[in-house]
């Protein structure tokens, strides 16, 4: 049950990540693209404690590897990260090409693989 709680916690943070990221992008800087991008980086922002949670709750509870909870911070990491220190370029967004996959193979590598 937990594993299966785990997994629908992180696939709820990378939609809120993925959708959060497609608002940052704009072509031009007016009132309603800058309110877009602010909502996006709280959405980011929100994936990102999810996904804290859920790295920690797989490491520190479930005692799952190392390795796992470090595919669960790569989104935090690259495209939260990224987000909050360059918040006007598209580094986030391409950042998600290899953190969001890496969280993926994580979460199913958590529901798939027997814990020992």
């Known amino acids: ?39 996006g980086a709280a959405l980011i922002a929100w994936a990102c404690v999810l996904l804290t949670l859920a790295a920690a709750h797989g490491w520190l509870v479930m005692g799952r590897s190392p390795w796992i909870a470090v595919g669960l911070m790569a989104p935090v990491v690259l495209c939260g990260g990224l987000t909050w220190v360059v918040p006007d370029s598209l580094w986030g967004v391409l950042a998600a090409l290899v953190a969001v996959p890496a969280a ?4 199913l590598v958590v529901l798939l693989v027997p814990s020992r």
């Open 104 to 107: 993926g193979v994580a979460v």
């Open 1 to 39: 049950m937990s594993r299966i709680l785990l997994t629908v916690v992180v696939v709820g943070a990378l939609v809120l990540m993925v959708r959060g990221l497609g608002e940052q992008i704009h072509i031009e800087n007016t009132s309603e693209a800058v309110r877009a991008a602010r909502h």
